[in-house]
């Protein structure tokens, strides 16, 4: 699909049934402080005038609309003219680029099985408007989600935080282009860059008239290797600094070997090409004579410690997924929502070595929201999910065979929820949006051996959107979440697997659910961020085993939500990273154990939330997938930290 035409305000189309004009009317005044600020402008049938062709009308103002809302109901799937011409148009602008259409959910009615069922809906998850305790909050929750879209739209028009054209990969935004061509014996068929080599660069040669060049990217640097004439001198550039777009990368991180110099063999496994440059008069051409892999980032290089340094992007753009980092040093990803809210069967695996993504077996059920538990025995076991409704499936990924096979049914439904591996191999699932939609009190332990569910009792109250952290008791606690869909508490309970019984503990300081927390060294649990009462928030609370209690620690530098519970990473010395999230996304931080305090990071490079972070067996930290404003915003490239 094409991008949405740039637009300089957002022109809004609703079309709904009559039988829901209360609703409808609810809506528009959700949408007003939008309208007021100018940004966002919507066409309502009751504007057409006496004596007016309201066909003609109705039909001018959709082909006019940036953003089309289809407000679902079984009065509206019933509508002969809605969904006739209203839906059918509406569909056909949306597949061209033309406008952003978003179904919005509001009585229940089976619509996954229509064309729809690829559009991502609103309110969150698709729970209709009207199964909410509060339709106010319902009708909240869809207007910030056209607000994501919105700005998305404005952003994309203006230009401001625009993106490199994901679809190309051979374009770079810092004007560089990585390897078009694979042809070793040919290196003039490679990708072309310019200028590889400022020419006001320092050295030992004079660099003016640099013209059309050849080389290689590594994430944001580059290494170039020059031989002059007969000499065949290398030539180093040095360490520089320069705001200009055009000058970047300019930095040798990765020294060729020696014995490769004007070899056309294949370098793998990181090893960087040597680059021969000859004379032409008083231009110089750049060669490359051997190839590397543009997206390795070796560990041993002190250029990349304490930053984000980009590497290979994912064949899927998705969000809603999980990355599991596998034994076999490889990262997993599968699952989730794409551009056009489907939900996704395809995964993917990472190649720490080479910085590549392969495709791998499929999901058998397509899902978004589920967990992903790394079993003992080196196996995935991906769990519930939603794909329209919430559900009950589970499924065994074997990284020997590459693929995915179905297991034994959840005893109940459940998206949202928390996984948990216990000491014995077995996972504790709790919690989550149950059949209904609604948060569910119940949990069940999956047997990997057996391949079977069985009953792990009840929470003291209803909760998704809630952490659980294994202690080193044993025991398992769980925390915060939404005891109702717009409510967040802060009760915490402990799961006994010894009695198969839930305990009541301390309760948090903050009511906060789509928070993440991690297990300390210390045996204290870090709890982070999340939403709260007031919005997003910054804090963090620490639990303390020995006492039961919760306590406040340093806060974040900015406030983010948007976590599932395993967001937060621990390194090896005890500090713990946190990146992206709904709010302040494309930042990053990490908390001082021995000072309880959180240190700023480089950015992570795009703004990005509901992605993956994984810890890779080699200490680094891998973000990877995710969306900006809006659900097509979607992130290809991934990146990697490397802790200094």
Request: hydrophobic share 35%; charged share 20%; with cysteine.
């Amino acid at each position: 699909m094409e991008p949405v035409e740039p637009v300089s305000s957002v022109k809004v189309f609703i079309s709904y049934a009559h039988e829901d004009q209360e609703l409808h009317e609810k809506l528009v005044k959700h949408l007003n402080p939008l309208k007021h600020s100018g940004k966002l402008t919507i066409w309502q049938d009751q504007e057409i005038l006496p004596g007016t062709n309201w066909d003609d009308q109705i039909k001018t103002r959709l082909k006019e609309a940036n953003m089309i809302l289809l407000l679902i109901s079984s009065d509206f799937l019933d509508s002969k003219y809605c969904w006739e011409e209203e839906v059918k148009a509406a569909l056909e602008r949306h597949e061209t680029g033309e406008a952003r259409v978003i179904p919005i959910i509001l009585r229940p009615t089976f619509w996954q099985d229509t064309s729809l069922k690829q559009l991502q809906a609103l309110p969150t998850s698709a729970k209709p408007v009207t199964l909410w305790s509060d339709q106010d909050a319902a009708l909240e929750n869809v207007a910030q989600g056209i607000r994501k879209v919105m700005q998305g739209l404005l952003e994309s028009s203006s230009g401001s935080g625009q993106e490199e054209n994901e679809n190309d990969t051979n374009t770079r935004n810092d004007g560089f282009l990585t390897p078009a061509s694979d042809d070793h014996d040919n290196p003039q068929k490679l990708a072309t860059y310019s200028p590889a080599i400022p020419s006001h660069y320092p050295g030992k040669y004079n660099m003016k008239n640099v013209g059309p060049t050849q080389g290689q990217v590594i994430g944001e640097q580059v290494y170039v290797t020059m031989h002059f004439g007969s000499s065949q001198e290398e030539y180093e550039p040095p360490l520089r600094s320069s705001s200009n777009k055009n000058d970047r990368p300019q930095v040798s991180h990765y020294p060729p070997p020696r014995s490769l110099r004007w070899s056309r063999r294949r370098v793998v496994l990181g090893l960087v090409g040597g680059v021969g440059i000859v004379t032409a008069g008083s231009i110089l051409v750049v060669l490359v004579t051997s190839i590397f892999h543009p997206n390795v980032i070796p560990t041993s290089d002190p250029g990349v410690k304490g930053k984000w340094v980009a590497t290979g992007s994912i064949l899927q753009g998705r969000f809603g997924f999980r990355a599991t980092t596998l034994k076999n040093d490889k990262v997993l990803i599968e699952g989730g929502n794409n551009a056009n809210g489907q939900y996704l069967k395809e995964s993917e695996l990472f190649n720490v070595s080479t910085g590549t993504w392969i495709k791998t077996g499929s999901l058998n059920v397509g899902r978004f929201e589920h967990t992903a538990t790394l079993l003992q025995d080196g196996r995935v076991l991906a769990v519930g999910g939603y794909a329209g409704p919430p559900l009950d499936s589970a499924e065994l990924y074997d990284p020997g065979s590459g693929t995915w096979t179905p297991s034994d049914s959840l005893r109940e439904k459940r998206t949202r929820h928390t996984a948990t591996l216990l000491n014995d191999g077995k996972v504790l699932v709790a919690g989550g949006w149950g059949r209904y939609g609604d948060p569910i009190e119940s949990a069940e332990i999956y047997d990997p051996d057996a391949s079977r569910w069985s009953s792990a009792g009840k929470m003291a109250i209803t909760r998704s959107d809630h952490i659980a952290v294994l202690l080193g008791d044993g025991k398992m606690l769980v925390a915060g979440g939404a005891p109702e869909n717009d409510k967040h508490t802060v009760e915490a309970e402990l799961y006994d697997g010894t009695t198969n019984t839930w305990t009541v503990t301390g309760s948090l300081n903050i009511p906060r659910s789509n928070f993440t927390a991690v297990l300390l060294p210390s045996g204290k649990v870090l709890a982070i961020g999340g939403n709260t009462p007031t919005g997003p928030t910054a804090t963090a609370e620490l639990y303390d085993p020995a006492t039961g209690s919760w306590s406040l620690t340093g806060g974040m530098k900015h406030p983010r939500t948007g976590f599932h519970d395993k967001n937060a990473l621990l390194f090896a010395d005890g500090r713990v990273l946190i990146a992206g999230g709904d709010d302040s996304s494309n930042t990053s931080e990490i908390y001082m154990l021995g000072q309880g305090a959180w240190t700023a990071l480089t950015n992570i490079g795009q703004v990005r939330y509901d992605g993956a972070t994984a810890l890779l067996n080699d200490g680094r930290v891998l973000i990877v997938g995710g969306r900006d404003g809006s659900s097509s915003g979607l992130r290809l490239p991934a990146a990697i930290y490397t802790p200094d």
